[in-house]
């Protein structure tokens, strides 16, 4: 029976409603070999992760999804088989979260300039189970006191680029992410190039240190994987792929919907010693 790892998990450490331990059920269920942690400016999620997957035959790739931002286009980067204890990206996890907290306050304050006035930091602070509060958070808060239908609507009306109640977040370039991804003697991936939208700067961040492109991507049409393929190939990159589930937080995609070989973990292995 072949064996299968979704690269591309959150915890409710970031912005999933799942915890640790039921990605490591899931995912037990779901007959996966191996899974990555992978939550947003915070490696909390990994060392219970591990614990939990620790009898039952399930390897955990230690992992993070880094914000980063290119001319003015978000572009996120995952970072594999990091020092998740201790090293450069430990130390500037502190930076990412107060810089995450920072955002939310301001993002709020703008909401109420505009008349929302019945959200406070604290009560979106509560939805998330360490300091890595974001958007979608704050998008559920809207939901949840009437303002928008849907989450999608918060993000177009609310809290988007460009909206009202928008607030840039830290300022990191994915090339500084990629060494600080480097540094902490991880792998640099870049996560879901087809929501990006980037293409032109894959060469570039191949120069500094990616080494491998997210192809496989849940309700992603072939076509667009068929290109991506092309493009990780032309560009020697390592073609990775995942769910990227969030628990109840994203109902179209769930643990397992989208996976890859058990090879690619080894890729990203032998790429860490390269």
């Known amino acids: 029976m072949p064996s299968n790892a ?108 505009i008349g929302i006035d019945n959200i406070e930091f604290e009560e979106v602070a509560a939805l998330t189970h360490s300091r890595a509060v974001g958007r979608s958070h704050l998008a559920m808060m809207l939901l949840n006191k009437g303002w928008v239908n849907n989450i999608r609507a918060a993000f177009e009306k609310y809290i988007g680029p460009g909206c009202p109640g928008y607030a840039p977040k830290y300022k990191q370039t994915p090339f500084e992410a990629i060494d600080l991804i480097r540094k902490s003697g991880g792998v640099a991936v870049m996560a879901h190039p087809m929501l990006t939208q980037k293409d032109e700067l894959i060469p570039r961040l191949k120069a500094a240190g990616l080494k491998g492109l997210e192809v496989y991507y849940p309700n992603t049409t072939e076509t667009v994987i068929r290109f991506y393929e092309r493009i990780a190939q032309k560009n020697g990159l390592t073609a990775t792929g995942g769910s990227d589930a969030h628990g109840k937080a994203k109902p179209y995609t769930h643990i397992g919907k989208q996976t890859v070989p058990s090879e690619v973990v080894e890729q990203l292995r032998r790429a860490k010693d390269e």
């Open 6 to 113: 979704d690269l591309h998990i959150h915890t409710y450490f970031s912005d999933s409603t799942a915890s640790p331990q039921e990605v490591v059920d899931e995912a037990v269920k779901a007959g996966l070999s191996h899974i990555a942690i992978t939550d947003h400016d915070i490696v909390q999620g990994v060392a219970a992760a591990m614990e939990a997957a620790g009898p039952r035959g399930l390897e955990v790739v230690p992992g993070v999804e880094l914000s980063s931002e290119f001319e003015g286009c978000d572009i996120h980067i995952l970072g594999y088989f990091i020092d998740h204890q201790q090293g450069p990206l430990a130390e500037k996890i502190n930076d990412f979260l107060d810089a995450r907290q920072d955002r939310m306050k301001r993002m709020i304050t703008k909401l109420k300039s």
